[in-house]
């Protein structure tokens, strides 16, 4: 009898550890109240490990322990890549459904390096988002970060926050805020803000000749270099005519601003003709002189470094060469600006003959 009672209550002090232990592990692969969905990203190939890590650090999960016991007892191990909204009251069980069958429910948009603000907005509108309202968001929305509060605001620059919304690959739920939209974008425009330590160096060396730079200068500059360079090698040399024309006092003359001048009427054109350069804009470089009222297009930290590290030379003038490598020709003077020109129509006629 005695040995009957004693198996007996170890059974059941084994009974009762083992049922603490599932309830902790229980607690471990709860969730903490949430009230706001939560945006998560599991990159390709990731171990159901690395998944476990992921939901802990985002909060989704208390510990990740016992995540990958967890899958194998549920089998669902396949769990596929992608990008996901959580909403606040799902469970984990509904996660790893959602995982397994790869339901992403998020939007996937790609901001190309020199996209305008118009072009974002269609890109927006195409994938069900709110195109116009992120063009409002653009001039309305109060400042989230500090450089926001340096940008002048311009009477005939149809958007404050053109050039500062950095080009990536953004993933939005599907009812994004505009707001919102336009912040992700900021935030990423300040990552490099923050690692080139642009401000700083602005205030410790002028790339103007003997005169203060503006962040919002430097960024229109990147936005030139971005619209008018290819070929990254050929940036901080196009950087550096820019600036030796405008410590000259020269008209830019670049013939991007006069694509963004169409573009504000409503036009998308890809060739500029001649006639175009005789219209007096704001953002005609042919009829203003000095830098346009704002940024012309979406620049990366490449055309960012280049327009904060120009090349020092002493060209003023470059043109394409037209010979399928992207590159241009560049001239100190007017005569080695006709002699590139000429190049250059030497390069069109011998590819026409060639696809002849």
């Known amino acids: 009898m005695k040995w009957f009672l004693r198996i007996f209550f170890t059974l059941v002090l084994l009974a009762g550890w083992v049922g603490l232990g599932l309830l902790y592990v229980d607690f471990t692969l709860g969730s903490p109240k949430r009230t706001e969905p939560v945006q998560l990203k599991i990159p390709p190939q990731t171990s159901l490990e690395g998944i476990g ?19 194998i007892w549920k089998n ?14 799902e469970t984990l069980d509904q996660m790893l459904t959602r995982f397994a069958e790869g339901k992403e429910n998020t939007v996937r948009i790609n901001v190309i390096p020199g996209f305008t603000a118009y072009d974002i ?52 739920p599907k009812k994004e805020k505009p707001e919102n939209i336009v912040n992700a974008m900021l935030e990423r425009f300040n990552e490099q803000l923050v690692e080139l330590d642009i401000e700083r160096e602005l205030r410790e060396k002028s790339p103007l000749s003997g005169k203060e730079m503006t ?15 290819q070929v990254a090698s050929e940036k901080p040399i196009i950087a550096g005519v820019i600036y030796n024309r405008l410590n000259k006092n020269k008209k830019l003359q670049v013939d991007a601003t006069i694509v963004f001048m169409y573009r504000m009427k409503g036009q998308k ?10 219209e007096k804009h704001p953002y005609s470089t042919y009829a203003i002189t000095g830098l346009p009222p704002g940024p012309i297009s979406t620049p990366t930290k490449v055309e960012l470094e280049a327009a904060l590290y120009p090349q020092k030379h002493r060209y003023l003038f470059y043109v394409t060469r037209d010979d399928g490598s992207n590159l241009h020709y560049f001239a100190e003077t ?9 190049k250059r129509e030497r390069n069109r006629k011998s590819a026409q003959a060639n696809s002849q």
């Open 334 to 342: 007017d005569q080695g600006h006709r002699a590139n020109l000429q």
């Open 76 to 89: 669902k191990t396949n769990l596929r890549a992608g990008n996901y909204e959580i909403a606040p009251g």
């Open 215 to 229: 962040l919002d200068q430097l960024v229109t500059v990147a936005s030139l270099i971005q619209r008018e360079g």
């Open 53 to 71: 890590r992921i939901l802990e650090e985002k909060g989704l999960i208390r510990k990740s322990t016992f995540f990958r016991y967890y899958v």
């Open 121 to 172: 907005a269609d890109r927006l509108t195409k994938n069900g988002l709110d195109g116009q309202g992120f063009l409002k968001a653009l001039n309305n929305k109060p400042p989230k970060f500090a450089f926001e509060k340096s940008i002048p605001k311009h009477p005939q620059r149809p958007y404050k926050l053109e050039g500062y919304l950095y080009p990536d690959t953004y993933y939005f």
């Open 269 to 278: 054109i890809k060739t500029v003709l001649e006639r175009m350069y005789y």
